[in-house]
T-cell receptor, first 115, second 115 residues
């Protein structure tokens, strides 16, 4: 059974700091890994998708890396802003018979960026 | 348009009520999902529909009954729920089943309270 863990569980940083969020998974047989952002009481916003054959994806101030063999991904946020405050979730997409993608989510990192 | 629309946003229901949650997407996605999220926890998969057929039921109690009337719509029918079923219910969709570049898009969720 796939298990996904995120470290740290919570993080508070001053504005402007660069930061790294970590995600680890136990089963390397994945299609892809997706990073999401969730604001309190809201749905999930997709940030980045990394295919299992890729090592890195970038979008604006966000950069995500994937090391499938070691079961690790990192999300790098440059020049953090108060608007980045949210919970960040990683999710791995696994193989299974039938149809659709089965996402297994990590435990999340709650980020607070202070002025 | 990468929008998944869920209605209603909030729902309060008694344990003897019957209600339905609705989800709609117009991205041409052929896989749709229901997830349940309790407070401070990651989303947990409930059901997956692929090409309007149920492909995954994660041992969800029968008081939750999914329906996929067409490729754009997904419903979740609720009956005789318990207070512990109170949660944020998230709908998601993705383009293809089991491919490397399949990105999942989530709605804003329905906040369900069972009294």
């Amino acid at each position: 059974k796939q298990e996904v863990t995120q470290i740290p569980a919570a993080l508070s940083v001053p504005e402007g700091e660069n930061l790294v969020l970590n995600c680890s998974f136990t089963d390397s047989a994945i299609y892809n890994l997706q990073w999401f952002r969730q604001d309190p009481g809201k749905g999930l916003t997709s940030l980045l998708l990394i295919q299992s054959s890729q090592r890195e994806q970038t979008s604006g101030r966000l950069n995500a890396s994937l090391d499938k063999s070691s079961g690790r991904s990192t999300l790098y946020i440059a020049a953090s802003q108060p608007g980045d405050s949210a919970t960040y979730l990683c999710a791995v997409s696994g193989f299974f018979t039938g149809g659709g993608n089965k996402l297994t989510f990590g435990t999340g990192t709650q980020l607070k960026v202070e002025l | 348009d990468t929008e998944v629309t869920q209605t209603p946003k909030h729902l309060v229901m008694g344990m003897t009520n019957k209600k339905s949650l609705k989800c709609e997407q117009h991205m041409g996605h052929r896989a749709m999902y229901w997830y349940k999220q309790k407070a401070k926890k990651p989303p947990e998969l409930m059901f997956v529909y692929s090409y309007e057929k149920l492909s995954i039921n994660e041992s969800v109690p029968s008081r939750f009954s999914p329906e996929c009337p067409n490729s754009s719509l997904l419903n979740l029918h609720l009956h005789a729920l318990q207070p512990e079923d109170s949660a944020l219910y998230l709908c998601a969709s993705s383009q293809k089943q089991g491919s490397l570049n399949t990105e999942a898009f989530f709605g804003q969720g329905t906040r369900l309270t069972v009294v």
